[in-house]
């Protein structure tokens, strides 16, 4: 099973290569697969380097503010058991 974030197109350059932020990472990934067309601004799921299809901004958001809340809730456990094993 794969699990994709979403990542924001920051720019696409004359190569077909889009410069995408994913939650403060940014890379970059071909867009040769895209069914539609790509613009800054939108948001892709990405699968092995290549961007594979759009996602609603509202979706896009709502599931960034899930994956957040996740590694938010990660980070307090791995300090509760820092705090447990010091």
Do not use: W
Request: aromatic fraction near 4%; include cysteine; glycine fraction near 4%.
């Amino acid at each position: 099973m794969c699990l994709s974030i979403p990542s924001k197109v920051i720019q696409i350059d004359d190569a077909n290569i889009a410069t995408v932020d994913t939650m403060g990472v940014q890379r970059q990934v071909s867009l040769d697969l895209m069914p539609e067309a790509v613009d800054i601004g939108d948001y892709v799921l990405i699968h092995v380097g290549f961007a594979m299809n759009k996602i609603d901004q509202e979706d896009a958001l709502e599931s960034l503010k899930l994956y957040r809340e996740m590694a938010d809730l990660i980070d307090a456990e791995d300090a509760n058991l820092r705090q447990v094993s010091s």
